[in-house]
């Protein structure tokens, strides 16, 4: 599930060009007379539809021309030399996500509450937000002048949403047409261009998985290295998903495909060098068997997809307890170009000045980062302890730490002691400091009984390396 940093405008009426949000005090933007709010709308005569066009078509160019609508309704252009390199001091609006033609059966939309804020409804399909922050596309409704612009901008890599190579599969997995569902030639014109493709496979049981799956992962590990990787991660259902199409993944369904997909992965790695298919965490831990070593997951290549998580922390944590620094954790899909728009809302977060407290995380997780913390406080002399936090609002089988909502922490909050506590970060919206169901940060830590830190694991891996 993806929820957008950004508040979509989706009613709003796109008119063409980007708007400056900041301009920075000194920069060559100021001396221009560049202000918030004004639009610029071509480059060196080129249109601009969205900062990426903006920093493609400045980057590396020393003499420029800017077509620029200022809020009064003028048009002004200006042309300038800068430096090589140089800053121009602009910061931007973010780019609002074009959305999807499809119906998934699994779309993590019908797993909503009703009364979910909007964002949450947010069904994007963009190829930027893809090469940006690694959002997956399923390519099915991607246009002429996209397939131009990825390759033109080397928009590389991709995320692809494949979920099946059998095309009736896919087909009905995503609720469309097979001629729509055929993406086969727009994936032969990417990697002919040298765009990487990182795959993913939403396994639902009795619909992908089998020899639909094995077929779907050969197919791909056929394109590697151009296709980097395969994600195989488990559909999950909340309460609201009754579509009876879907059944359940259960511990026997994980452990039987881990059997499975060993199998191709010994394969892969004899054949193409890598692991290539690389099952999600949840799917070991359902299974009840052990996370694969660090080697198998070369370089983490779909962590952000909950895919060696699992393994990076818990080998972070060994340096932690070792070393004192276990920071290795890096974010390897968003893309350099996303830092800034997203830097400009990053709130600022200190840490617990005490050793007695609680870290609060999903249940999924929970069993496995309580048996370090115990670890942990007997080397340390700490008092830290685990609390596996129920997912209410979403129900079903939904144990992630990032979909825990504030109702969710509320409702555990006498069972928290000492005093402080760790929420995963990521369970607060990028760009807001709001929760999943609307609950405000102020509002969640107004009723907490202790101060609240909201924590990554590079932040928590940091907090523990300091004692
Ligand atoms: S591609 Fe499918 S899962 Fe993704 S938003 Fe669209 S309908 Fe939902």
């Known amino acids: 599930m993806y929820e957008f940093a950004v508040t979509p405008a989706v009613t709003q009426l796109r008119r063409p060009g980007v708007i400056i949000t900041e301009v920075a005090a000194g920069s060559v933007a100021e001396e221009l007379e560049l202000r918030p709010n004004d639009r610029i709308v071509r480059v060196n ?154 795959a993913q496979v939403v396994l639902c049981p009795g619909i992908n998985d089998g020899a639909i799956l094995e077929k779907t992962l050969r197919d791909l590990a056929s394109h590697y290295p151009k296709i980097v990787s395969t994600a195989v991660v488990p559909v999950a259902l909340t309460r609201y998903n009754n579509d009876e199409r879907l059944t359940p993944v259960t511990a026997e369904f994980c452990r039987h495909t881990i059997y499975e997909v060993e199998r191709l992965q010994k394969e892969f790695r004899r054949t193409v060098g890598s692991t290539f298919a690389f099952l999600g965490d949840e799917i070991y831990i359902k299974g009840g068997l052990d996370i694969p070593s660090r080697r198998h997951y070369g370089n983490y290549p779909q962590i952000e997809d909950g895919v060696g998580m699992v393994r990076s922390f818990l080998n972070s944590f060994e340096r932690a307890l070792n070393s004192g620094s276990g920071q290795d954790l890096k974010n390897t899909r968003i893309h350099m170009d996303a830092m800034q728009p997203r830097s400009q809302t990053a709130p600022a977060n200190g840490h617990p000045p005490t050793t007695h407290g609680t870290i609060l995380t999903g249940e999924m997780f929970a069993p496995t980062l309580s048996e370090r913390i115990s670890r942990y406080n007997r080397l340390r002399g700490t008092d830290l302890h685990v609390l596996a936090v129920p997912n209410t609002y979403f129900g079903g089988d939904v144990a992630v730490a990032g979909l825990i909502t504030g109702q969710d922490y509320l409702n555990v909050k006498d069972r928290i002691v000492g005093n402080f506590a760790v929420i995963p970060k990521h369970t607060i919206k990028s760009d807001e400091p709001i929760l999943l169901d609307g609950m405000s940060f102020d509002q969640l830590k107004s009723q907490f009984p202790v101060p609240i830190y909201d924590m990554d694991v590079n932040g928590l891996m940091e907090f523990l390396s300091r004692h």
């Open 45 to 198: 005569g080129r249109p601009v539809r969205d900062y990426l066009d903006f920093r493609f078509q400045t980057a590396g160019e020393t003499e420029l021309s800017f077509q620029v609508k200022k809020t009064n309704g003028e048009t002004h252009e200006i042309e300038f030399d800068r430096e090589e390199g140089e800053d121009l001091g602009l910061m931007f609006e973010q780019i609002v996500p074009r959305q999807c033609a499809n119906e998934c059966i699994f779309c993590f939309c019908k797993g909503n509450p009703s009364d979910a804020r909007p964002s949450l409804f947010v069904r994007d399909e963009d190829i930027r937000l893809s090469f940006l922050y690694g959002n997956y596309t399923t390519l099915t409704s991607i246009t002429e002048d996209e397939m131009r612009r990825i390759v033109e901008q080397r928009l590389s890599p991709q995320y692809v949403s494949v979920h099946a190579t059998d095309l009736k599969t896919r087909a009905y997995l995503l609720g469309v047409d097979e001629k729509r569902a055929d993406i086969s030639e727009k994936l032969a014109r990417l990697l002919d261009h040298d765009i990487e493709i990182h």
